[in-house]
């Protein structure tokens, strides 16, 4: 029997006065940083080895790797390894970031740890980077697939902008495709250039094991879907038939355009995922304590990289934000 977890009440938080008190100064961050990221033993950041040893004061970097013959820091490897921003001050943002329900907007970090709006944002960029990428595990079920439209609304639009929109009031909008695992909990998004058939099914075959329970709403292009599946008829204004329902995944949905709205305001089609994948991310791992949740984060963040040449490449994707 899957054990509960506890209520909300229940987990352990951290105030900003406990956070200022555990990071009063750099050393203590780097401290944390460090045994973070090497729970296991100090291992260098190149090539892994443990044949490691502290070097003297007044180096760039405060470690010597015997193998690969480099020296190295608790940032090399991960995210962290090209900014100059202190480490008591990515400890604060990932804080802030993990606690604001609705996230933290760039502007607001710039004011909290005293650095331009540009470094914030690319800063933010960084730490969404934790949740980058998709998992290959499949949920066992069962699944609550549904899709979303992210974008500005046509009320909000000129009138000769509207004009240019013909068809429904996706139309315009960038669509977003989850599914969520009651059994575990756990939510998967992704988005998406179509809401067809093949993009549709193909998420579902990607998220969903062979033997799992899917329910969805009575979208045409889940139809003749290769999994034990039922719908509910939203067309008719049916939600809930029995088992049958997405109020799951559709809460999910819900707290991503609340931070849309209230925190961002506007989110180019260009970056859109990677809010996705932070709001996923931070749902998956919600039930742990707020300093589990750091950590959580934190050990995502090793062997990954995003440069700021990579994070406004073009994509294919528009870059004007909408509201």
């Known amino acids: ?12 938080g951290i105030t900003l006065m406990q956070l200022f008190d555990m990071f009063p100064d750099e050393a203590t961050a780097t401290k944390w940083f460090e045994n973070v990221f090497w729970y296991e033993g100090r291992k260098c950041g190149k090539c892994k080895s443990k044949r490691t040893s502290p070097v003297k004061s007044g180096k ?18 991960t995210v962290l390894e090209c900014s100059r921003v202190s480490l ?33 944002w690319f800063m933010l960029h960084r730490i969404r980077q934790a949740w980058a990428g998709e998992s290959d595990e499949t949920f066992s079920g069962p699944i609550e697939v549904d899709e979303t439209y992210v974008g500005g609304k046509r009320s909000n639009m000129s009138k000769s902008k509207r004009k240019e929109l013909e068809g429904r009031g996706s139309v315009g909008k960038t669509a977003v495709v989850g599914a969520k695992d009651r059994a575990t909990n756990q939510v998967r998004a992704k988005v998406v250039e179509c809401t067809d058939k093949p993009t549709l099914q193909g998420f579902v075959l990607g ?43 559709e809460s999910f949905w819900s707290m991503l355009k609340r931070a849309h709205k209230g925190t961002f305001h506007k989110i180019s089609p260009k970056h859109l995922n ?46 004007t934000a909408r509201s």
């Open 274 to 319: 990677r809010y996705v994948q932070e709001f996923a991310g931070k749902h998956n791992i919600r039930e742990l304590d707020t300093l589990g949740q750091m950590q959580d984060t934190v050990l995502r963040l090793v062997g990954r990289n995003l440069l700021r040449v990579d994070l406004i490449a073009d994509n294919g994707l528009s870059s």
């Open 207 to 249: 998220v969903a094991a062979k033997d799992a329970v899917v329910y969805t709403d009575d979208a045409t292009a889940y139809k003749g879907l290769p999994r034990e599946h039922e719908a509910v008829k939203h067309s008719v204004g049916e939600y809930v038939k029995m088992m049958a329902h997405t109020n799951g995944v």
């Open 88 to 120: 008591r001050k990515w400890v604060i943002a990932i804080y802030l970031c993990l606690t604001s329900l609705k996230s933290v907007s760039s502007r607001k970090l710039r004011r909290d740890i005293g650095v331009t709006q540009q470094t914030a």
């Open 60 to 77: 760039p970097m405060p470690y010597w790797c015997s193998d690969c013959r480099s020296y190295f820091s608790v940032r090399t490897g």
């Open 1 to 12: 029997m899957t054990a509960q977890a506890p209520v909300k009440a229940e987990r352990e």
